[in-house]
């Protein structure tokens, strides 16, 4: 059986932090697939084609790595694509708060599918996507912290 793990998130836009976290999980499962949630509810600042052509750029190196988008719950996506893992990164105590309660939630939903997390590294635990919009939005250097490869298109996109 291969070990299939899906990477579900918002990425809007890739940082740093969920570079580092996909190359880590990258060796530890033989198919990892980076998964933009799209919620109707929730409006982007970045529009998803361009999310997922970002994620793309930065892991085409990555031979195990997967790029996908998906609407509705993120376990069925799971079921949907056999992948019986969900890959979290955890920062802060907040972030495990948070993703305890998603996870145990799902869960109850599917008992099959094992929640993993990994830590940030101290280098990327203030590092956040609404961060990165901020900079964006008011014209700042968004470069320190998003992929390097990416890091001029996501500067000039408008
Ligand atoms: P969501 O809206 O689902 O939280 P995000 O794109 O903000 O989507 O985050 C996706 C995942 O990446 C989450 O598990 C989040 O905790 C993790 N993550 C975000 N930023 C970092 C970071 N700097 N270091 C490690 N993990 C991170």
Same mark, same amino acid.
């Given at each position: 059986m291969k070990r299939i793990a899906v990477f579900p998130g918002s990425f809007d836009p890739i940082t740093t932090g969920h570079e580092c976290i996909v190359r880590r999980a990258a060796l530890?499962?033989? $198919?990892?697939?980076?998964?933009?949630? @799209?919620?109707a509810d929730k409006k982007s600042y970045f529009p998803v084609e361009k999310?997922?052509?970002?994620? /793309?750029?930065?892991?085409? #190196?990555?031979?195990?790595? +997967?790029?996908?988008?998906? +609407?509705?719950?993120? @376990? $069925?996506?799971?079921i949907s694509k056999n992948a019986e893992? &969900?890959?979290?990164?955890?920062?802060?105590?907040?972030?495990?708060?948070?993703?305890?309660? @998603?996870? %145990?939630?799902? /869960?109850? !939903? +599917?008992? #099959?599918?094992?929640?993993?997390? !990994?830590?940030?590294?101290? $280098? +990327?635990?203030?590092v956040n996507s609404s961060i990165v919009r901020d900079i964006h939005r008011n014209g700042g250097n968004i470069q320190p912290f998003v992929p390097a490869i990416v890091a /001029? %298109? &996501?500067?000039?996109w408008q």
């Open positions: 530890l499962f033989d $198919e990892l697939i980076v998964a933009v949630g @799209v919620n999310r997922i052509e970002w994620l /793309k750029t930065t892991f085409m #190196d990555l031979p195990n790595v +997967h790029v996908d988008s998906y +609407h509705g719950l993120t @376990v $069925e996506y799971c893992y &969900i890959l979290r990164g955890l920062r802060t105590a907040a972030d495990f708060e948070f993703e305890r309660s @998603v996870g %145990q939630v799902n /869960k109850m !939903l +599917h008992a #099959d599918i094992e929640n993993i997390f !990994l830590l940030s590294r101290p $280098e +990327h635990t203030p /001029k %298109q &996501i500067m000039e």
